[in-house]
């Protein structure tokens, strides 16, 4: 429901404006000063802010000031007594929406708040489109979650500073990440992504710095590093959480100082590369334990971007599931099919514990086992059933799965887990790297699934 924040210290004109704004079907919080108001403001942000222009100790212009540095879509709508009309006016200089005087008529105040919403509709609309046409690969969203997100991409990404994505496994954090770089001024320069996971920590300094001719035993060429590869763009390092311990302070003095020291060189080397980390890790509990440094923590956090689970955007689920049906028909050349009803709506109500990468995933195989023509509710049995009934391994257990949708998944998740942990003979970091995932994602899903 539509949300709307009312700051008043007069707490009749706070009961008149719950009750009339209720009446219209909009949602209210009161707020009895300026100082409880912008606390409710920063808790959550509201569809509207209607507030009392004077106020003490803090007045409505500071109100304003928060709404449009911490929410700046949010339309905020004056209040002003007899006598103010001069310093509403500035406060719509400096953004405000509209302003009514006292008493004012609460119908023109319904639809004065009716008007800021539907201006705070086409202006979250305009930013998403904007974002679909200028990125390379599209951020699909309808939800207020992922529009506030956005906004902030948007912010920081013409600001030169590094950027922490935090968010669980199959979020999007490289999408996002590249959406801050794409729409930045580096966006003619490389975007260099790489996951720590799979950095081996013999050739972890090499990787990241490069080296010399005759640096070790085999450097027959000098070769660039990753900070070498991304000069004058963005190093998107994934999964930093995974970064050996030894190589932290090598790294933080790359961020910090912006200077590298390639392996076998006696001469420090100046890069200038944005850094964008993330992680599905909790780091400051990794810094507690003492598995990450806390220079290096707060240097990568300058801003944190942080991606909600698709169990807290539910209104993108939909949309999404379109948007890879369309992806994957243009993909396999199954142009013309057609998809049930009673697809979409089963796959809009699973829980999709792998969010918008396990999404993904089982509308590939949909399209991948479709016969051209139609899918229908019958198909969605196949979503993990690629080889016969008699099959083994865990292909023939998708196929001898029996229940919802979600157990059969599950079902097939921890079939695919043992085989990777059989094939890497117990080795869970190993097993990990072959399922693409990190060690901590698979130490859940082996407890999850108890295959200890």
């Not at 909009?26 to 509207?48: H, K, N, Q, S, W």
């Not at 700046?72 to 302003?99: C, F, L, Q």
């Amino acid at each position: 429901m539509i949300d709307i924040l009312v700051i008043d210290d007069d707490k009749s004109v706070r009961y008149t404006l719950k009750a009339v704004f209720q009446e219209a079907g909009y949602a209210v919080r009161t707020a009895a000063d300026g100082r409880e108001g912008i606390e409710e403001l920063r808790r959550e942000a509201p569809a509207a802010v209607v507030t009392d222009l004077s106020m003490r100790p803090v007045d409505g212009m500071e109100v304003l000031r928060v709404a449009r540095a911490e929410a700046p879509n949010v339309p905020v709508i004056m209040i002003t007594a007899h006598g103010s009309e001069r310093r509403a006016v500035e406060a719509m200089k400096d953004g405000a929406w509209d302003y009514l005087s006292k008493p004012f008529d609460v119908d023109e105040m319904t639809l004065t708040v009716r008007k800021a919403l539907e201006r705070h509709a086409l202006s979250r609309e305009n930013t998403q489109l904007r974002a679909q046409v200028s990125l390379s690969r599209p951020i699909v969203y309808r939800s207020a979650a992922m529009g506030e997100l956005m906004t902030l991409v948007h912010r920081v990404a013409r600001r030169n500073v590094n950027v922490l994505v935090t968010g669980e496994t199959g979020t999007g954090k490289e999408l996002v990440a590249q959406a801050v770089h794409e729409l930045s001024d580096r966006a003619h320069r490389p975007f260099v992504p790489f996951n720590c996971a799979t950095l081996a920590a013999s050739l972890a300094e090499s990787e990241l710095f490069g080296h010399e001719r005759g640096a070790f035993t085999g450097a027959h060429v000098a070769r660039l590093g990753l900070f070498g590869r991304a000069e004058g763009g963005t190093l998107f390092l994934d999964e930093i959480g995974e970064m050996p311990l030894e190589l932290q302070p090598k790294l933080l003095r790359a961020v910090q100082d912006g200077q590298i020291l390639p392996l076998g060189s006696a001469l420090a080397r100046r890069v200038d590369v944005r850094v964008i980390a993330a992680t599905n890790r909790d780091l400051r509990q990794e810094v507690a334990e003492g598995r990450f440094r806390e220079d290096l923590y707060y240097r990568l956090n300058v801003v944190c971007l942080r991606v909600p689970p698709l169990r807290e955007r539910a209104e993108d689920v939909v949309p999404l599931i379109h948007h890879f049906i369309a992806k994957y028909v243009d993909r396999y050349g199954v142009h013309g099919l057609e998809v049930s009803p009673e697809v979409i709506s089963h796959l809009g109500e699973h829980a999709w514990p792998g969010n918008v990468r396990d999404l993904e995933n089982a509308v590939s195989r949909l399209i991948a086992l479709s016969d051209g023509e139609t899918l229908t509710a019958t198909d969605l049995v196949r979503l993990d059933d690629s080889a016969p009934a008699a099959a083994g391994g865990a292909a023939g257990a998708a196929a001898a799965a029996t229940g919802s949708l979600r157990d059969i998944v599950a079902q097939y998740e921890a079939q695919v887990i043992r085989e990777a942990l059989d094939e890497a003979e117990g080795n869970q970091t190993l097993a990990a790297r072959r399922l693409a995932i990190s060690r901590v994602t698979l130490l859940d899903k082996i407890k999850k699934h108890g295959l200890r």
